[in-house]
């Protein structure tokens, strides 16, 4: 752990869907008997720096959690959940952890293997999607510079959520994807304005296997490596549209994120068939020394 020079607090670093023993989204991780007040948990997240912070103190048999960016709360962050789980793991062994949110319920397991290797998985927030309006995409096609015909035609732009909004667009080939560049001010303002946490852009390699980016500028953040409410949000939506591996059953998608920012990532998105059922996002976790 590594305490802050200006509290008492201290924060744990972790990397969340990690690919083995690199990559991974860091998130800091802060357990305390008594949650600071929500200013100072602004600033502690703004002083460590990564793109969530999350903060848990018990509250009976489960705990209460808030995530923090640098420039803002936000109501739910998976790979901050992730981090969170492991860190649970951690100190009171295997398990499967409650969690009180600003606005849900979930759970999280946290697993730690012999040979070191950490392991978490969250139950999202209910999923909803509905049709991005379109001078939304518009404006969104504008900020990115692609246009209709780099949109994949079978999974429509439209707004997602599992316990945070989000705005999915999926792209044709995986070259537009790797090229994605934007305005981090401009895109602060049209995702304040829309009420959007981050925009997910996505590639589906396979059925099965999807490719995507997350710019999280309302947060202040140009782009997160791996992005476990985003995913969460998408996989509801491709159940929402039939994708072809979720028909009837449900199933399993698998993503891969931050490969263009040289931090790849893993993460598994299990779900039921059930229409907005909470979907199982899983994977690795590493304990981060100092990089």
């Known amino acids: 752990m590594d305490e802050l020079n200006s ?3 201290r924060v744990q670093k972790i990397a969340a869907f990690s690919d083995g023993s690199s990559g991974g989204n860091p998130a800091g991780v802060v357990i305390v008997q008594n949650l600071p007040r929500a200013e100072e948990m602004q600033r502690v ?3 460590v720096g990564f793109s969530e912070t999350v903060f848990a103190e018990p509250a009976g048999d489960s ?3 808030r995530y923090f960016s640098p420039e803002s709360e936000v109501p739910f962050c998976g790979h901050a959940t992730i981090a969170l789980g492991a860190a649970l793991a951690l100190q009171s062994g295997d398990g499967i952890f409650s969690l009180i949110l600003n ?3 979930i759970t999280v397991e946290g697993r730690s293997n012999a040979d070191g290797a950490i392991w978490a998985a969250l139950q999202s927030p209910q999923t909803r999607s509905q049709p991005a309006p379109a001078d939304l995409v518009s404006a969104t096609l504008k900020l990115f510079g692609y246009s209709e015909n780099d949109l994949d035609k079978r999974i429509p732009p439209a707004l997602i959520h599992a316990g945070a909004d989000h705005l999915a667009l999926a792209l044709c080939d995986r070259a537009t ?3 994605m560049k934007y305005d981090l001010n401009a895109g602060r303002k049209l995702m304040t304005e829309a009420g959007l946490v981050t ?8 059925a099965t296997l999807f490719h995507t980016r997350n710019p999280f500028a309302s947060g202040g953040v140009y782009e997160d490596p791996a992005t476990g409410a985003s ?3 998408f996989a509801g939506y491709l159940r929402d549209i039939n994708w072809p591996s979720l028909k009837t059953t449900g199933g399993a998608i698998d993503f891969i994120q931050g490969e263009d ?9 299990e779900l039921s068939s059930v229409p907005g059922s909470s979907i199982r996002i899983s994977g690795s976790a590493r304990i981060m020394n100092e990089e």
């Open 7 to 9: 509290t008492t607090l």
């Open 45 to 47: 997240a703004a002083e």
């Open 63 to 65: 705990w209460r959690v």
């Open 103 to 105: 606005q849900a319920n």
């Open 177 to 179: 994807l790797a090229a």
């Open 199 to 206: 925009i997910i852009l996505a590639y589906s390699e396979t």
């Open 231 to 233: 995913t969460a949000a």
């Open 261 to 269: 920012m040289k931090m790849r990532s893993r993460l598994r998105a």
